[in-house]
């Protein structure tokens, strides 16, 4: 009895499943490529030069909080992104807070701002700060969280460091161990290099 002879392709045959195969590979490529791109490039620019123009909600007085907020008070501003719902942020805002009270001694506002949150919700958290709470500090709130992606943030905890004039100094991604020392020279360092340039500036004129 004859073996059945194994059918073999034929060598355009080979040639049409590679291109098939490298085709659909490219394909479901360019796919995930594009949903990860409709997410992250919803930022204006990947390099922040100056605070961005933005609209939040003042959690004590519900008086709106943006850019102009900040126009000519003469104060680097630091501006956090967290939430309630974030539990690395909640871990991390306790230590920010004591590097906020350190900054009110240097003439450095602070904005606080829960994104994708509920106003309720914030409330509540922050009752633990209401005795303690420094002068330089405000609560924000954007609940839709669209002032994310206006900074270039994706993600929360982030800290933008901004000069007197609005230009952006450092960016700090994730968690960070703020009652380290490093952290308040790092951003004294950047602040008063920047009122130093200022002064040249000035003095060259």
Same mark, same amino acid.
């Given at each position: 009895?004859?073996?059945?002879?194994?059918?073999?392709?034929?060598?355009?045959?080979?040639?049409?499943?590679? @291109?098939? =195969? %490298?085709?659909?590979?490219?394909?479901?490529?360019?796919?995930?490529?594009? !949903? &990860?791109?409709?997410?992250?490039? *919803?930022?204006?620019?990947?390099?922040?030069?100056?605070?961005?123009?933005?609209?939040?909600?003042?959690?004590?007085?519900?008086?709106?909080?943006?850019?102009?907020?900040?126009?000519?008070?003469?104060?680097?501003?630091?501006?956090?992104?967290?939430?309630?719902?974030?539990?690395?942020?909640?871990?991390?805002?306790?230590?920010?807070?004591?590097?906020?009270?350190?900054?009110?001694?240097?003439? @450095?506002? =602070? %904005?606080?701002?829960?994104?994708?949150?509920?106003?309720?919700?914030?409330? !509540? &958290?922050?009752?633990?700060?209401? *005795?303690?709470?420094?002068?330089?500090?405000?609560?924000?709130?954007?609940?839709?969280?669209?002032?994310?992606?206006?900074?270039?943030?994706?993600?929360?905890?982030?800290?933008?460091?901004?000069?007197?004039?609005?230009?952006?100094?450092?960016?700090?991604?994730?968690?960070?161990?703020?009652?380290?020392?490093?952290?308040?020279?790092?951003?004294?360092?950047?602040?008063?290099?920047?009122?130093?340039?200022?002064?040249?500036?000035?003095?060259?004129?």
């Amino acid at each position: 009895m004859e073996k059945t002879k194994a059918p073999y392709l034929t060598f355009a045959q080979k040639i049409f499943i590679i @291109i098939a =195969v %490298l085709a659909a590979t490219f394909l479901y490529s360019s796919y995930e490529k594009s !949903k &990860y791109d409709q997410f992250v490039n *919803k930022a204006p620019s990947l390099i922040l030069k100056e605070m961005p123009d933005f609209t939040a909600v003042d959690v004590d007085t519900n008086e709106p909080i943006s850019k102009e907020s900040f126009v000519g008070a003469n104060k680097a501003v630091m501006v956090h992104f967290w939430g309630t719902w974030c539990a690395p942020c909640e871990a991390e805002l306790p230590s920010f807070m004591k590097f906020a009270k350190k900054m009110e001694e240097k003439n @450095i506002t =602070v %904005l606080i701002l829960a994104v994708n949150d509920e106003l309720k919700a914030v409330k !509540k &958290y922050l009752k633990r700060y209401s *005795k303690n709470r420094p002068n330089n500090v405000l609560f924000g709130i954007d609940k839709e969280g669209l002032t994310l992606p206006l900074y270039g943030s994706v993600k929360v905890p982030e800290t933008y460091l901004f000069s007197s004039k609005l230009r952006h100094l450092e960016k700090f991604v994730g968690p960070q161990d703020w009652e380290h020392r490093s952290y308040f020279d790092r951003v004294l360092k950047l602040v008063e290099a920047t009122s130093l340039n200022k002064m040249k500036k000035v003095e060259s004129h």
